[in-house]
């Protein structure tokens, strides 16, 4: 049995827990392989990351799967990349389903293959009635351009006539952003040991606490989720206040 459910007077699990999941290049190169191979043993971590914050009780998991930036990437590793999406999809979604998982995406899914985008919506659409957690999946997601669209959308309004612009408040930009129907997250976790967030969840990361772990993502289990838990069971969240 793992640290966070061997103890028994523990606070709730985080509500949203988001991941950077990085190390899939480097998993590969320190065998060897080509990083595509890297991206393939990442896929097997998501399903350990998705059971995992299941058996916890987590309801809200947002994963990292492709920036806005990633297109920077050689052709041959964005194509690969964009089949094991598809692929990932098509294997897990029966399964998903079946233990009530709802499936959403964050991004800008419009500049993404046909297909994919298909598919995702068919995924939203199966699992759109589940609600033990909601397995939300970033892909050609930036924070830059998400905060942008929602500045231009509340700008739209103003145009309109329906937004006065001193009723513009935190609140009504929150709406905008592609995560307007979920929780901040209480936690992000990422990878590699690399500490930075690359233009992820910028607004909704305000108060999360960010917990860095060395080990590469297709290594990534229960276990090391748990330990991100515990780190995060350790932080005393003020919110600018004092602690109590
Ligand atoms: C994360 O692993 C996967 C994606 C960004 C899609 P990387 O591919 O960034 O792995 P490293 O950072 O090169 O090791
Ligand atoms: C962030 O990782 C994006 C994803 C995990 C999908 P990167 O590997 O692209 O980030 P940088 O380039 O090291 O900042
Ligand atoms: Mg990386």
């Given at each position: 049995m793992g640290i966070v459910q061997s103890?028994?007077?523990?606070?709730?699990?985080?509500a949203h827990i988001a991941i950077i999941m990085d190390g899939n290049g480097r998993w590969a190169t320190r065998r060897s392989l080509s990083r595509l191979k890297g991206h393939e043993q990442g896929a097997k971590a998501v399903r350990e990351a998705v059971k995992g914050c299941r058996e916890l009780g987590v309801p809200y998991l947002t994963l990292?799967?492709?920036?806005?930036?990633?297109?920077?990437?050689?052709e041959e590793e964005v194509n690969h990349l964009m089949g094991l999406f598809k692929f990932f999809i098509k294997r897990e979604l029966k399964e998903l389903k079946e233990v009530g998982v709802r499936v959403n995406f964050i991004g800008?899914?419009?500049?993404?293959?046909e297909d994919i985008q298909k598919l995702a919506n068919f995924a939203c659409e199966e699992t759109h009635?589940?609600?033990?957690l909601v397995l939300t999946i970033a892909l050609n997601y930036g924070a830059q351009a998400e905060i942008v669209t929602a500045a231009k959308l509340l700008a739209e309004q103003v145009k309109a006539g329906?937004?006065?612009?001193?009723?513009?408040?935190e609140e009504k930009l929150a709406g905008f952003l592609?995560?307007?129907?979920m929780p901040d997250p209480d936690l992000i976790i990422r990878t590699s040991g690399e500490k930075r967030l690359?233009?992820?969840?910028l607004w909704q990361s305000a108060y999360s606490e960010l917990v860095f772990l060395d080990v590469l993502w297709p290594d990534f289990d229960k276990t090391c989720l748990e330990q991100a838990i515990e780190e995060y069971y350790g932080r005393c969240r003020r919110y600018g206040a004092v602690s109590v």
């Open positions: 103890t028994t007077f523990l606070p709730d699990p985080p990292f799967a492709f920036s806005s930036e990633n297109w920077k990437r050689p800008d899914m419009s500049r993404l293959p009635e589940n609600n033990d329906n937004l006065d612009p001193q009723d513009i408040c592609d995560t307007s129907d690359s233009n992820f969840l």
